[in-house]
């Protein structure tokens, strides 16, 4: 009979939390299902690392996992979000371009969720305004979209433009929907930004379209950043995840917030 190695056993609690911390450092923030199959033990054993850790304020416990201490305070760059919950993004953009109608005048913000909803966009007769850098230079090849970029002043971590001279070239254009996620979101409080720029803009948009709906990966749910733009009431809908727990999902629903649920087709 062949010789089979013992599986290696899952590490200690000491070293789970030095390896969560150090994926929290790299990619901004960690989910307990991946960490789970990651050391091989129960979900409910990450779930109490990642309370203990917080605990100690080493990081922030959100619906589904954590988040670094200083990711809900700043901005990460644009390059860093794109890799984080990529397949919950992409479900979501999915049913936020079926949301869509050719004719329309449709505003996106410069976040990641939204960045793959412009990459899923199919290429139709639709005018796009945008302060988003990335946004703009991806729907560039897809000649149907009119695309307008606003000016203002460059943020380089969110590839945006912000700052007065943003939220008045958006002033100028009639919406008819905006579609924008948000650093975090407080069922109390509302919706955060980690600067006073990027809140203010967003607060901008929120205010010039006819429809508003918020791109929201499961990270978002249950956290607090710097500067709140806007109640939950404000928004008309919320795309989240299928991977969305479901006491999070009750509690937007208390809010009286319509939700869409983002599935596998």
């Given at each position: 009979?062949?010789?089979?190695?013992?599986?290696?056993?899952?590490?200690?609690?000491?070293?789970?939390?030095?390896q969560i911390?150090?994926?929290?450092?790299?990619?901004?923030?960690?989910?307990?299902?991946?960490?789970?199959?990651?050391?091989?033990?129960?979900?409910?054993?990450?779930?109490?690392?990642?309370?203990?850790?917080?605990?100690?304020?080493?990081?922030?416990?959100?619906?589904?996992?954590?988040?670094?201490?200083?990711?809900?305070?700043?901005?990460?760059?644009?390059?860093?979000?794109?890799?984080?919950?990529?397949?919950?993004?992409?479900?979501?953009?999915?049913?936020?371009?079926?949301?869509?109608?050719?004719?329309?005048?449709?505003?996106?913000?410069?976040?990641?969720?939204?960045?793959?909803?412009?990459?899923?966009?199919?290429?139709?007769p639709l005018?796009?305004?945008?302060?988003?850098?990335?946004?703009?230079?991806?729907?560039?090849?897809?000649?149907?979209?009119?695309?307008?970029?606003?000016?203002?002043?460059?943020?380089?971590?969110?590839?945006?433009?912000?700052?007065?001279?943003?939220?008045?070239?958006?002033?100028?254009?009639?919406?008819?929907?905006?579609?924008?996620?948000?650093?975090?979101?407080?069922?109390?409080?509302?919706?955060s930004e980690?600067?006073?720029?990027?809140?203010?803009?967003?607060?901008?948009?929120?205010?010039?379209?006819?429809?508003?709906?918020?791109?929201?990966?499961?990270?978002?749910?249950?956290?607090?950043?710097?500067?709140?733009?806007?109640?939950?009431?404000?928004?008309?809908?919320?795309?989240?995840?299928?991977?969305?727990?479901?006491?999070?999902?009750?509690?937007?629903?208390?809010?009286?917030?319509?939700?869409?649920?983002?599935?596998?087709?």
């Amino acid at each position: 009979m062949p010789f089979q190695e013992n599986p290696a056993p899952p590490p200690l609690a000491h070293d789970r939390h030095h390896q969560i911390l150090d994926e929290l450092e790299s990619q901004g923030s960690v989910r307990v299902t991946s960490l789970a199959k990651r050391f091989c033990v129960a979900e409910e054993t990450i779930r109490r690392d990642l309370d203990k850790l917080g605990a100690s304020e080493r990081l922030v416990r959100t619906h589904g996992g954590a988040i670094s201490i200083r990711s809900d305070r700043r901005d990460l760059p644009i390059a860093v979000r794109k890799t984080t919950f990529p397949e919950e993004k992409r479900r979501i953009a999915q049913n936020a371009v079926s949301q869509i109608k050719a004719g329309e005048v449709i505003l996106l913000d410069a976040s990641s969720t939204v960045l793959e909803l412009a990459y899923q966009l199919p290429d139709m007769p639709l005018t796009v305004v945008t302060h988003g850098l990335d946004v703009a230079r991806l729907l560039m090849d897809k000649p149907q979209i009119e695309v307008i970029l606003t000016g203002g002043q460059v943020d380089a971590a969110s590839a945006s433009l912000i700052g007065p001279l943003a939220e008045q070239a958006l002033a100028t254009f009639a919406i008819n929907k905006v579609f924008l996620s948000s650093k975090a979101v407080d069922f109390k409080r509302g919706l955060s930004e980690a600067t006073i720029a990027h809140a203010s803009i967003k607060k901008t948009m929120l205010g010039l379209a006819e429809r508003s709906f918020l791109l929201v990966d499961p990270s978002k749910f249950g956290v607090r950043s710097v500067a709140y733009f806007a109640s939950l009431q404000a928004i008309d809908v919320v795309i989240a995840d299928e991977t969305t727990e479901p006491d999070v999902l009750r509690a937007l629903q208390e809010a009286e917030v319509q939700v869409e649920v983002a599935r596998n087709d």
